[in-house]
């Protein structure tokens, strides 16, 4: 046992309380020589002042009696076990994480006898744990394993300097430069324990898909993937881009709002080959391909062993290709109001290509100059139906005489084909057009919407004011809302000169109708109405009168452009362009991270495919793998890019369905597929990172199976005996101490008076 004596004082307490006593010394000497104290009695009464004032500075000063004992003290061990996502995979009979936890509780007598050990789980940082007995109300996280943050975080949370380290991780963690500053920071010898299997099962794994949200017709675009190849170290490896092809003749690939995926063969674009060096690689590749069919192509990837026929992997995947302009062929049978309206909307818009040809001479037109001398070239039929159709997307065909021409029945079966092949054919009436045009009983009419009528006059000269049929349909529902729509239907001037039919074909869509004539079979005339044929898609309008729609802005602003939304409308949807989807998921790769929140991203574009900016509101609904549907926040991170995170996910396939409505107007829906499985279970133990923390940290790596804790331990110091402080007195901060005070004062006082001194 040893003694000592310390001044519990602050510095300034010190320094007051020794400039008070030299004040008080040099009162006491002063007072002395200004009463003429003798020497024998002077020295008394300064003794009993000076004791007194002793008494009191002792008082001020704190001093205390220190007693010490000697004790053995254990080298303190801080123990850091990885509690990220990667270690919830499977392992033996539990998981990683609790498997370490297991070791930890089986050495835990031999780890407490031998040191302190301070206990802390690491992931996205670090979280004290209550010693080793409070290991079993650690929690995994759902963040990944961050080295640097998490020692970081120990450094500076530690309460006193550590002897050594231990880290029991599986080495999945989220790698960042630093990890040897962060060692240096924590400043003690760190020895890695890995947890995990040392080698992967046969597998490959698409862990990243990038394409573009959309691409331009006929154009070339790239395809890029990440493979994850795992336990193939050796083997030849194949990563492959494939195409849907058509499973019949004029079939094509599917479009928008196509029957199930999948019916037609696959056709392989293009491969590349690898060899695996290791039992992880991480392949990457990119493809390119040309987009061919206006509406969602198709395309597949795989990957494999490139000696056997099937592949470990596979993954299908859609490309919206819309056109980049719109190449439009327009003839019409004679000039017209209609004629020049209509062209010059189409020339006034950049995304259109047009090429117009107006009969001028008729075949009964007199001559009386050879054509050579004529300004006017004859009418190019076959260089309009046989040579150059098949380079254009739209054909526009307005109030012209097949009979007056009197062409080949061959040219109207290549307009027939051209439609049946995914072309478009927008039909225009008038007096030189339909039965009076001599299309009866032609390949033309096998495609029109209705059966052209049998009266010698089909074409009536009139005025009336159409009627949509129903506003849902993209053409007639041009506004925001349908009230607006209709008010602005029911707003137009009417129109002059109208066709009659026989009957409307089965499964014709009539737009406008005549608000009081039927055709010959009792039906509603129609005046506009739309048929699929084949690929393809055929648009009649039975009046060219359509002009008088642009004057409706003299008696209502609102109506200033509606000509020219009908229109725009009417090419796209045509074309295909109206019908693709504006609201896109983005790829989604075969393996999710086990972390929560699972995130992805809901694309939505406005009319001209780009980002919509405003008015969007998306419904997002996920169904988990009991079935059970939930409606989930998306938020906006960037104009038209929405963030949809999921948490609480469930082992097994999930679903996502995104409706999106565009300025309170249903735009476009998607969907996106995934399967969830917690915690990478194919992952196995990082063995490279593992070990060059522990080179860093000064330790040494060593796998789980074959660690021995007495081993361990016995890189720590050896116990000490330190001199260990066991209590402290105070005695001069009792009450009798300033009683001895004041009694002292008192004396010196009374012997003053004694002899007669003030």
Known sequence: MNWSVELAAEPWQRALAAAAALVCGWHLWQGRRAQGLGRRAGAAILVLRGAAAGVLLLAALLPCVSVSEPALVKPRLLVLVDAGYSMQSASGGGTRMQTALKWLGRNRKAVEERCEPEVFAVSDRARPVAGLGGLDRVEPSDAGFQAVDAILDVAQASGRKADRAWLLSDGNAVHADGVERALSRLGVPVDVIGVGPGRRGKGMSFSAIKTPDFVFLHGRFPVELSVEATGLAGERLRLALLKEEPSGPGSGPPGPGSGPPG?????????????????YEILQASFSAVAESLGRERYRLEAGILSKASPLASRDLGV?????????????????????????????????????FVILRNPESALLVPDHELSLIPFPAEEIFARSLSQFDLFILENFSYRRFNLPVAYLNGLKGFVASGGALLVIGGEQAFGLGGYRATPLEDILPVTLSAS???????????????????????????????AAWDGLPPLFGYAKFGSVREGTSVLLVHPKEKTESGQALPVMALRNYGRGKVLLVSTDSTWR??????????????????????????????????????????????REPAVFILRVFDENFRPAQAGVEPTVLWTQPDGKVTSVWAREGEPGAFRVELTGLKEGGHSLKASVKLAGKPWGEDSARFSWHAAGSEAPMDRQFLERVASAGGGRFTPLAAARAGELLDALPAVREESRLTRRHYPWTQRSWLLLACLLFLAEWALRRSRGYD
């Open 263 to 279: 019916r037609g063969s696959w056709k392989t674009l293009d491969s590349r080959t690898f060899t695996a060096g290791s039992d």
């Open 320 to 356: 919206e290709v819309i056109r980049q302009k719109y190449r439009i062929m327009y003839l019409s049978g004679r000039p017209s109001y209609g004629y020049s309206a209509l062209r010059e909307f189409m020339k006034s818009d950049p995304n259109h290509e047009l090429v117009s």
């Open 456 to 486: 010698a006059e089909d074409f009536v000269l009139a005025r009336f004011s159409p009627k949509p049929s129903s506003l849902s349909h993209p053409l007639l529902g041009i506004y925001e809302t349908q009230p607006v729509s209709q």
């Open 549 to 594: 729609w642009k004057l409706g802005a003299s008696r209502d602003w609102k109506l200033a452009g509606f000509y020219g939304r009908f229109w725009t409308r009417a090419v796209q949807y045509l074309t295909g362009s109206l019908d693709l989807s504006k609201v896109k998921f983005a790829p989604v790769p075969d393996k999710i991270a086990p």
